[in-house]
């Protein structure tokens, strides 16, 4: 089956650190590029960071940039988000999502998600 | 940064009924480069269309989506039980890419 499954979310204090991994299945991992899409309470998606296929190129929202670091290793099929200096602000529900088309960063697969809870 | 703007908030139809949802951008949209996705409470987005009027695998006809430059549509032409949900336009034509706020499909 085609699939992400997203863990590693839960309760950080402000100012900590957490890493999410999402564990992908089904398909040519190494073939994509893939990205995070956090997602708080009530509110839409907000874009998060992206990396290529061969993981030389990344990108992040200005919100995380400096404090996120995003990475995958191919050969277990897994992406990465470390989080730092975490802020309330970061708390929301984080998803990886794959981009079908090189360079056209919409998003035809997604996981499920993994909660991140910012407070003290 | 794109702003896009979905309107209306909420929209209460009976099945059967179609569904109009509007998507503005706050400036251009590089080639139509826009997506449109479908969430359900607890569950993630559910790619519909990308290029703005392609439908995505596995989508029914009854969606359909149209528009260019700023103003953007999201049809459904007949509403199924299933339809009843939250839909985000997305732009992916320019960086920082954005979301859209949400429009809700409610049962009347």
């Known amino acids: 089956e085609v699939q992400l499954v997203e863990s590693g979310g839960g309760l950080a204090q402000p100012g900590g650190s957490l890493r999410l991994s999402c564990a992908a299945s089904?398909?040519?991992?190494?073939?994509?590029?893939m990205h995070w899409v956090r997602q708080a309470p009530g509110k839409g998606p907000e874009y998060v960071s992206a990396?290529?296929?061969?993981?030389?190129?990344?990108y992040y929202a200005n919100s995380v940039k400096g404090r996120f670091t995003i990475f995958r290793d191919n050969s277990k099929n897994t992406l990465f988000l470390q989080m730092g200096s975490l802020r309330t602000e970061d708390m929301a529900v984080y998803y990886c999502?794959?981009?079908?088309?090189?360079?056209?960063?919409?998003?035809?697969?997604w996981g499920r998600g993994t909660l991140v809870t910012v407070s003290s | 940064e794109i702003v896009l703007t979905q309107s209306p908030d909420t929209l209460s139809l009976s099945p059967g009924e179609r569904a109009t949802l509007s998507c503005r951008a706050s400036?251009?949209?590089?080639?139509?480069?826009l997506a449109w996705y479908q969430q359900k409470p607890g569950q993630a987005p559910r790619l519909l269309i990308y290029?703005?009027?392609s439908r995505a695998a596995g989508i029914p006809d009854r969606f359909t989506g149209s528009g260019s430059g700023t103003h953007f549509t999201l049809t459904i032409s007949s509403l199924e039980p299933e339809d009843f949900a939250l839909y985000y336009c997305?732009?992916?034509?320019?960086?920082?890419?954005?979301f859209g706020q949400g429009s809700k499909l409610e049962i009347e």
């Open positions: 999502a794959r981009n079908l088309v090189r360079g056209h960063w919409y998003f035809d697969l």
């Open positions: 089904g398909f040519s991992f190494s073939a994509y590029g």
């Open positions: 990396i290529s296929s061969n993981g030389d190129e990344t």
């Open positions: 400036q251009s949209v590089t080639s139509s480069y």
């Open positions: 290029g703005a009027s």
């Open positions: 997305q732009q992916y034509g320019g960086s920082p890419y954005t």
